[in-house]
Nanobody, 124 residues
Framework: EVQLVESGGGLVQAGGSLRLSCAAS????????IGWFRQAPGKEREGVSC????????YYADSVKGRFTISSDNAKNTVYLQMNSLKPEDTAVYYC?????????????????WGQGTQVTVSS
């Protein structure tokens, strides 16, 4: 059974930090790229970042470049999203997802498997 389980969300003040984790199981981790998406109320799901499990290539949305860092521990089949300098506009439910390398990392339609999401709330 494929599972992606996010953890690490919570409430933080603006300027603070959180680290999200995405633990994967049930598929060959090295064959997939893992992406982070977020969805705020009333807004479309947005690609935040992605990492290739095979070669470590990383991708970021412009809105988070320089503040968020994605990393992968292949031995643990886990991807992390370190989020620093958080802003109230980063408030959303954050999801991780797995894809076998589609044409666009930020297109949520390219992803095969999804986690249940974790809430991140940034207060001003």
């Amino acid at each position: 059974e494929v599972q992606l389980v996010e953890s690490g969300g919570g409430l933080v003040q603006a300027g603070g930090s959180l680290r999200l984790s995405c633990a994967a199981s049930g598929f060959t981790f090295d064959d997939y790229a893992i992406g982070w998406f977020r969805q705020a109320p009333g807004k479309e799901r947005e690609g935040v970042s992605c990492i290739s499990s095979s070669d470590g290539s990383t991708y970021y949305a412009d809105s988070v470049k320089g503040r968020f860092t994605i990393s992968s521990d292949n031995a643990k089949n886990t991807v992390y999203l370190q989020m620093n300098s958080l802003k109230p506009e980063d408030t959303a439910v954050y999801y991780c997802a797995a894809t076998t390398y589609g044409s666009s990392w930020s297109d949520y339609g390219e992803y095969d498997y999804w986690g249940q999401g974790t809430q991140v709330t940034v207060s001003s």
